[in-house]
């Protein structure tokens, strides 16, 4: 299934929808989160969570649903990147 018709669904609270997306991109969101701060699994695990949190909340800023993957790794960034303050 296409992201563009998976993100819909979860906009309208498909919770299948939801964990698609959470099976997708957590590799990433990881991959993410270790190589930018090096931390324990407990951080790690952390960081993903709060970057899925913010993603899921945030969904209705996204412009472009074929750019997921590239908005999903910025926020990413973002939360991990906070850490290092």
């Known amino acids: 299934m296409k992201i563009e018709k998976i993100l819909e669904k979860v906009k ?13 991109y957590s590799s990433l969101i990881r991959s993410i989160c270790i190589n930018i701060t090096k931390e324990d699994e407990d951080t790690i695990n952390d960081l993903v969570q709060d970057s899925f949190i913010l993603t899921y909340y945030s969904l209705g800023k996204l412009k472009d649903a074929s ?10 960034k973002n939360v991990a990147l906070k850490l290092r303050i």
């Open 12 to 24: 309208a609270g498909d919770t299948d929808a939801l964990k698609i997306i959470y099976e997708r």
């Open 67 to 76: 750019k997921f993957k590239e908005w999903c790794a910025a926020i990413t």
